[in-house]
């Protein structure tokens, strides 16, 4: 490989919240892992916040160096480059055609985008139809805002694949006056990767009763081997009207903390009312550093380290799962089609040995691998996993878990 995804990068001192413990077990709402300590002789792994702990594609640092040699950081336009690369982008990883300039909007975060779509789409006290698992974000952001969730459990098949419900949905679609709908594309926290055929059906539902989308597709980059992130808006001319769809490159190249992601809209009407209800903060404005960035990132080069990663994450997933099927008995790990996340069922683990979720988190992180309570994504008994680490940690985790908490 050209880049380098194998070497353990020194996160200390560089304000990462990742390797920080106490930043990791204060956010759980497991009061046994805000009780658990990490025991010596253990080096902590990062396995619960979803950033990843490889360096970014050199452009990123390349084009944010070259911006600050000039002097001078007062106010400024949004460049065309930036546009541009966008465009290019989109056409490239997603077979996207007919994108313009004016289709593209700014936005501080996903989550912002969500709550100023929902803002154009609803009064506040609506519901909203979010499948479940459901993402933290999501349910906090909502209810920060005024907004009832009303959730559509996704299915596990006969294949261990999660789906959507379609005859859920529509029955509360149908029945309960719901107005908008988020599609969380690829999925988070399952790694679910919708084929064409599920969001055409999902999107018929929703012209059926009139609902309007907000389609989180941050993860869209992070497809795994034999994977294709299918845009919402492309599977119709209605699915291109109804909804808004939102990106960033913060998840696929870790650029989080510079902030910055975008929307797509090309209904105007929806675009000039979401860009007035994103305005009213009068802070939803772009850093000029993260505009580059954003250049940098998607650049060729971006495009073939992209490409790089998702084989070192596929890779990661392929150990991790056959791992836990191998040595874990009780839990269970549907295999993410995209993201860098395992979501675990400890369930029948659980039972069997006759402890708590909170009892085996805790035993995780003592020795050292910080993962994250799943219930706070509406897995009553499971763990969510980031396997965005080289292969040497991940597998070294995993002989943790075998070892001290599920096998001892």
């Not at 154009?120 to 609506?126: A, H, I, T």
């Not at 107005?179 to 999107?203: D, F, K, Y």
């Not at 599977?235 to 902030?259: H, I, M």
Request: charged share 20%; proline share 4%.
């Amino acid at each position: 490989m050209k880049y380098d995804f194998t070497s353990i990068l020194d996160r200390s001192g560089s304000d990462a919240i990742a390797v920080n413990v106490d930043s990791a077990l204060r956010f759980s709402p497991s009061a046994g892992m805000r009780a658990a300590q990490v025991r010596d002789g253990f080096p902590v792994i990062p396995m619960w916040i979803a950033d990843m702990n490889f360096p970014t594609v050199p452009t990123v640092q390349e084009a944010i160096i070259r911006r600050t040699e000039h002097p001078a950081f007062g106010y400024f336009r949004t460049v065309q480059d930036y546009y541009d690369a966008i465009i290019r982008w989109q056409e490239t990883r997603n077979g996207v055609t007919g994108l313009a300039a004016e289709h593209i909007g700014y936005e501080n975060g996903v989550l912002g985008g969500v709550i100023s779509a929902l803002n154009v789409f609803c009064s506040k006290g609506d519901k909203v139809l979010v499948h479940s698992p459901t993402y933290i974000g999501f349910t906090n952001s909502l209810g920060n805002n005024g907004y009832r969730i009303v959730h559509s459990p996704l299915k596990l098949d006969e294949h261990g694949v999660w789906r959507m419900d379609f005859a859920d949905m529509e029955e509360k679609l149908r029945t309960q006056k719901i107005h908008a709908a988020i599609l969380c594309s690829p999925h988070n926290p399952t790694g679910r990767v919708w084929e064409r055929w599920e969001l055409e059906q999902a999107m018929e539902l929703y012209r059926k009763y009139d609902v309007y989308v907000v389609s989180d597709e941050i993860w869209s980059d992070l497809t795994l081997a034999d994977y294709r992130h299918i845009p919402t808006q492309s599977v119709s001319e209605d699915a291109r009207q109804r909804t808004v769809a939102l990106y960033a490159p913060s998840k696929t190249f870790n650029l989080a903390g510079l902030v910055g992601s975008y929307h797509i809209i090309y209904n105007r009407w929806i675009r000039e009312r979401v860009a007035k209800e994103s305005s009213l903060s009068h802070y939803n404005s772009m850093n000029v550093l993260s505009m580059y960035a954003l250049i940098g990132a998607y650049q060729d080069e971006g495009q073939q380290w992209l490409d790089e990663l998702r084989q070192v994450l596929t890779g990661n997933v392929d150990f991790a799962c056959g791992y836990i099927q191998q040595h874990f008995p009780g839990v269970k790990a549907a295999k993410p089609q995209g993201t860098y996340m395992l979501f675990l069922d400890c369930t029948g683990w659980c039972a069997q040995h006759g402890k708590t979720i909170d009892e085996l988190e805790a035993a995780g992180v003592e020795v050292g691998v910080l993962w994250q309570d799943g219930r706070a994504f509406h897995g009553p008994c499971h763990i969510r996993m980031n396997l965005a680490l080289p292969r040497s940690r991940v597998e070294e985790a995993f002989q943790r878990l075998d070892q001290y908490v599920f096998n001892a």
